[in-house]
């Protein structure tokens, strides 16, 4: 019994958490045929916004402060044809609006916008428990390395499931820091734990 009413105290803290947070707004327009402007409402400290090329090479990066507003103007005519990515990342999640710019100037991408949920961990003695939200079905790899690098646990989750929840032991393994891996698609989340 005790089991259950920490899990749903530990759900309910995440979806309590990721609503607070979801109040956070991104806004991604074009301008005119070649700049973006891209407004943020409700930073929260540390909210990172990026701008990223096919390749992932990051071309902006900024670290913002709580602040009720942000505003930024990218012009687009000094990088070449492609498809660009402004992303912003705040504690809980991470969200992509792809633009392309060709020769007519810059457009978003209908209905292409995404979010991608962080993992989430609670540690409770021996045991590490697990709430990953997937926004769409792909596989999830999931890996748990030792402080010297070895890897200790993986896993491959392939099901259409998209909350992946788990319940890690490490009453079999030394005491110490570990490191938990989740790779979906072309991101990976690493999450470190003290037991």
Do not use: W
Request: aromatic fraction near 12%.
């Amino acid at each position: 019994m005790k089991r259950v009413i920490n899990l749903s105290l530990f759900v309910c803290a995440i979806l309590f958490s990721t609503m607070v947070k979801a109040s956070d707004i991104l806004s991604v327009k074009i301008e005119n045929s070649s700049t973006i402007n891209v407004s943020l409402s409700n930073i929260s400290k540390g909210q990172k916004l990026y701008l990223k090329d096919y390749s992932g090479t990051i071309l902006f990066n900024v670290t913002l402060d709580a602040m009720p507003s942000y505003t930024k103007y990218f012009n687009m005519n000094t990088v070449e044809d492609g498809i660009y990515f402004v992303e912003t990342e705040t504690e809980f999640d991470i969200k992509v609006t792809p633009v392309l710019k060709n020769i007519k100037g810059v457009s978003l991408i209908n209905n292409s916008a995404i979010t991608v949920f962080k993992p989430k961990i609670l540690v409770e003695n021996t045991k590490v428990r697990v709430l990953f939200t997937r926004t769409e079905k792909s596989p999830l790899s999931v890996s748990i390395y030792d402080i010297d690098g070895f890897k200790v646990f993986n896993e491959k989750v392939d099901d259409d499931t998209l909350i992946f929840q788990r319940s890690y032991d490490f009453s079999e393994v030394p005491y110490g820091k570990y490191t938990i891996h989740f790779v979906l698609k072309d991101r990976t989340f690493i999450k470190e734990v003290s037991i």
